[in-house]
């Protein structure tokens, strides 16, 4: 047994060389799972996005549509002197408002001169043919967070969302649901059937001033956030 050599260097660098290889294979396993966990968070932040794009298209086609409505309106009510449904107007003063609302104004027909300077037009008057899109959405932002991905998420990125968030689902007095209260239906595809159209000029009035304070603080958090993640 005295004359037996160990061959110690060997067994060694055969302990050394498996506990390198178990090492290497727990940071492979490791950094496997970061890149799953990477992915899911990039998977999130995307839909997240998307989301938040589909709300501020709908307020900013909301402001746009509610706006351009209300400039018609207050024409339109402005210029019918008469309370006849007849409308008294310059003819560049009415030229201007068929180039901007040409499907509303495209029937109007010259009747007479009111005046040298003011003519006398008719056209069917409609008073409200404008609906709230509806379809704000907070599903996305919901299930990441009822699904712990957004754990993974840097603390700045997840402070800008939620503050992009708290001002989506923030109450400030209006919402299209409010507005659906003062109709009661539809008279054609093009005209909407009102119980009372002071309480909708009011609400479509305040839905444009909402609208654009929540775009406005949306945007100014949305340009700020680092969308892309490395």
Known sequence: MSNIRIDWINHLVGFFTALIGIFIAFQLDDWQERNREQEKVKVTLAAIKSEIDDNREIYSRDIEVLTQWREYWD??????KDNIGQIIATKKEMDLMKRKH????????????????LNVYGTHFSLVDVMVESGISTSSWEAAKSGGTLSNLDHSRMTQLTKIYDWIDKDLGIDDA??????SGFES??????TDLKKILYDYNMIVRVYSFKLAMIDSIYKEIEWEID
């Open 75 to 80: 024409f339109m009510r402005s210029h019918d």
């Open 102 to 117: 040409a499907d509303r104004l495209g029937s109007v027909e010259f009747i007479k001169k009111y005046n040298d300077s």
């Open 178 to 183: 409010d507005v659906i209260k003062s109709l």
């Open 189 to 194: 595809e093009d005209e909407i059937v009102i």
